[in-house]
């Protein structure tokens, strides 16, 4: 969080918003897995990574959807964590995650748009609504909450019938797939990798883009097995 927002925060409830993150993704995943707990009385390892992907990829797009509602502010904001980052030596995103969020604001579209304004020290892409990869997130944001919830109720109490999970699972997963890839294709394709140091493209570039691509690529597996077998077997049902 900002410093002129810190002194705002400091007498009210708040929460570092990289908890707040962590505690929603927690809570919608050991939803999912506590269900088929509850319906089935079993654990599966596959089933419970989906599931935790699937949270993931619903906090995410919430992100995404901010991403579009305040490109303005976005933009604006890129110049303030170039100014921080450069007078601190902290990483953005750290010092944005680190932030506390007031409990009022916790779900303001302004406050997790920053997260975008912070990131773009990394890929400025995300303070240019021209590139890709800022019309690619705002694209997934829109787009995938709908499938995602579908799978998640799907594959916790099979109430579709399994190729049609397995339609809508392949469809899905081979976009986050492809969808990823070629945005590391334009990232690199840019040169954008000379702007930051090799850590950080490690962390911020590969690490945190990876999920969509492996687990990805785990639910493609998943979702033609739906397809392929008729049942829901290839997740312990």
Same mark, same amino acid.
């Given at each position: ?5 810190? *002194? #705002? ?14 505690? %929603? ?18 654990? *599966? ?8 992907? $699937? ?16 490109? *303005? ?5 890129? &110049?303030?964590?170039?100014?921080? #980052?450069?007078? !601190? ?6 010092? $944005? ?12 579209? !302004?406050?997790?748009?920053?997260? =975008? ?13 021209? +590139?890709? @990869? ?7 944001? $829109? ?12 594959? +916790? $109490? ?7 999970? @397995?339609? %809508? @699972? !392949? ?5 986050? +797939?492809?969808? +990823? ?7 690199? @394709? ?9 850590? &950080?493209?490690?962390?911020?570039? =590969? ?5 969509? %691509? ?19 077997? %290839?997740?312990?049902?």
């Amino acid at each position: 969080m900002p410093q002129h927002r810190a *002194d #705002q925060v400091h007498s009210e409830a708040a929460i570092p918003a990289g908890l707040f993150t962590v505690l %929603v993704i927690a809570i919608l995943a050991s939803a999912g897995v506590f269900a088929r707990y509850w319906a089935r009385g079993d654990f *599966d390892v596959v089933h419970a990574l989906l599931i935790l992907f $699937f949270s993931i990829n619903l906090a995410i797009c919430y992100w995404e959807v901010c991403l579009f509602l305040r490109r *303005d502010y976005i933009e604006l904001r890129a &110049d303030y964590w170039r100014a921080r #980052q450069s007078e !601190t030596g902290r990483s953005a995103a750290v010092e $944005f995650l680190a932030g506390r969020v007031p409990l009022r604001r916790i779900v303001s579209s !302004t406050v997790w748009a920053d997260v =975008w304004a912070a990131y773009s020290q990394y890929d400025g892409s995300y303070a240019d609504r021209r +590139t890709y @990869g800022y019309n690619v997130d705002i694209a997934n944001g $829109f787009v995938t909450p709908v499938p995602t919830l579908i799978l998640y109720a799907a594959i +916790t $109490f099979d109430f579709l019938p399994a190729a049609v999970a @397995g339609i %809508v @699972g !392949t469809m899905m997963f081979w976009q986050l +797939t492809y969808a +990823t890839s070629v945005y590391w294709v334009s990232f690199f @394709g840019a040169n954008r990798q000379a702007r930051i140091g090799r850590r &950080d493209m490690y962390i911020y570039i =590969w690490a945190l883009n990876c999920p969509w %691509v492996l687990f990805a690529l785990l639910g493609l597996y998943v979702s033609i097995r739906l397809i392929v077998d008729g049942d829901y077997g %290839v997740l312990g049902y």
